[in-house]
């Protein structure tokens, strides 16, 4: 998010599914990667037993890891445990258009590209969510969703009618589906930023907005493949991460984090391996700040510190690591 251009601004990662990490070239055959069903289920991450992680090799898309034990992905919604090469990794927009790939277990970052969306002139980037078939949904300040391939960049409208619900701007994030059977994208937001913002849900396949209820704060979006949805409020007293309950918006767990208190300009969010990542440039600061918060310990640490980029939004599917990797 980037309260740069108005009054104000995207998912806790599991590998969903049983599914063996091996690596990705070794899989590949007809444009895709087949499941390998296993068992290694670990138990002991935060939010309850999922499949263990580990990282592959370099990936068909020449910028992401290589993710091995993926499926066929046969539908726009997804199928369940369907996974695309790279969809384990964070991603990142920049207020400038830039695309970059984050890597929290070497504190990596590559620029992927520069977003060209068919939008209009001075209409920038202003959240982002992504999806286990490694597409990132782009939201920019006109209101409007674009479909950006993470591996090239290359950008396409969605069809997303703008200001449903009077939701024009907000944080966004996939979160797996209770059943275990797919995936929902949750929002958070408003006309504007102020300190009270709607949840709501946007179906992937009709594209319409359906509000749930109120939150305060205004929150960016993360998702887990445990079904848990977790929001990052820069502008509480003091600034928080927060469980939320995904029928009602009720809070259903609560991290304070007073370090971060501050005049907020631009935030996104994401979770990864049992963490999570706060990408926060608040008004004293040249760009954004990369901060680690463990909920095990509540240690909060900045392991990159003035990274050259203003960060908007961060997107990351549910198909990334639970725990982190060996």
Same mark, same amino acid.
Not at 127 to 155: E, K, P
């Given at each position: 998010?980037?309260?740069?251009?108005?009054?104000?601004?995207?998912?806790?990662?599991?590998?969903?599914?049983?599914?063996?990490?091996?690596?990705?070239?070794?899989?590949?055959?007809?444009?895709?990667?087949?499941?390998?069903?296993?068992?290694?289920?670990?138990?002991?991450?935060?939010?309850?037993?999922?499949?263990?992680?580990?990282?592959?090799?370099?990936?068909?898309?020449?910028?992401?890891?290589?993710?091995?034990?993926?499926?066929?992905?046969?539908?726009?919604?997804?199928?369940?445990?369907?996974?695309?090469?790279?969809?384990?990794?964070?991603?990142?927009?920049?207020?400038?258009?830039?695309? #970059?790939?984050?890597?929290?277990?070497?504190?990596?970052?590559?620029?992927?590209?520069?977003?060209?969306?068919?939008?209009?002139?001075?209409?920038?980037?202003?959240?982002?969510?992504?999806?286990?078939?490694?597409?990132?949904?782009?939201?920019?300040?006109?209101?409007?969703?674009?479909?950006?391939?993470?591996?090239?960049?290359?950008?396409?409208?969605?069809?997303?009618?703008?200001?449903?619900?009077?939701?024009?701007?907000?944080?966004?994030?996939?979160?797996?589906?209770?059943?275990?059977?797919?995936?929902?994208?949750?929002?958070?937001?408003?006309?504007?930023?102020?300190?009270?913002?709607? #949840?709501?849900?946007?179906?992937?396949?009709?594209?319409?907005?359906?509000?749930?209820?109120?939150?305060?704060?205004?929150?960016?979006?993360?998702?887990?493949?445990?079904?848990?949805?977790?929001?990052?409020?820069?502008?509480?007293?003091?600034?928080?991460?927060?469980?939320?309950?995904?029928?009602?918006?009720?809070?259903?767990?609560?991290?304070?984090?007073?370090?971060?208190?501050?005049?907020?300009?631009?935030?996104?969010?994401?979770?990864?391996?049992?963490?999570?990542?706060?990408?926060?440039?608040?008004?004293?600061?040249?760009?954004?700040?990369?901060?680690?918060?463990?909920?095990?310990?509540?240690?909060?640490?900045?392991?990159?510190?003035?990274?050259?980029?203003?960060?908007?939004?961060?997107?990351?599917?549910?198909?990334?690591? #639970?725990?982190?990797?060996?």
């Amino acid at each position: 998010m980037d309260t740069s251009a108005r009054t104000k601004v995207s998912p806790r990662l599991f590998l969903f599914g049983a599914l063996s990490w091996i690596t990705a070239g070794a899989l590949l055959t007809a444009g895709c990667l087949e499941s390998a069903n296993g068992s290694g289920v670990d138990s002991g991450g935060r939010g309850g037993s999922g499949a263990s992680s580990g990282q592959g090799g370099s990936g068909a898309d020449g910028n992401a890891g290589g993710f091995g034990g993926t499926i066929h992905i046969d539908d726009d919604a997804g199928n369940q445990g369907s996974c695309a090469v790279g969809a384990e990794w964070i991603y990142l927009v920049d207020s400038n258009y830039s695309l #970059l790939q984050f890597r929290p277990d070497s504190l990596t970052l590559t620029e992927i590209g520069r977003l060209s969306c068919p939008t209009s002139a001075g209409d920038t980037p202003f959240s982002m969510a992504v999806d286990r078939r490694a597409r990132a949904w782009v939201l920019y300040q006109s209101g409007n969703i674009f479909h950006v391939d993470l591996a090239t960049s290359a950008c396409t409208a969605s069809g997303f009618a703008p200001n449903q619900a009077g939701l024009r701007h907000f944080g966004m994030g996939f979160v797996s589906d209770d059943t275990g059977g797919g995936e929902t994208l949750f929002v958070a937001g408003g006309g504007s930023v102020t300190n009270n913002a709607t #949840l709501a849900t946007i179906d992937t396949a009709s594209l319409v907005l359906s509000p749930i209820g109120n939150l305060t704060g205004w929150p960016e979006l993360t998702g887990t493949g445990a079904a848990e949805l977790w929001a990052f409020s820069p502008n509480t007293n003091p600034p928080t991460i927060q469980r939320l309950d995904k029928t009602s918006g009720a809070v259903a767990e609560n991290y304070g984090l007073p370090s971060l208190t501050g005049s907020p300009s631009a935030w996104a969010f994401a979770f990864w391996g049992g963490s999570f990542y706060v990408f926060l440039q608040r008004a004293s600061e040249p760009s954004t700040q990369i901060w680690h918060f463990n909920p095990d310990t509540q240690d909060l640490t900045r392991p990159l510190s003035n990274i050259g980029y203003r960060i908007v939004g961060a997107g990351v599917s549910t198909c990334a690591p #639970l725990v982190p990797p060996a």
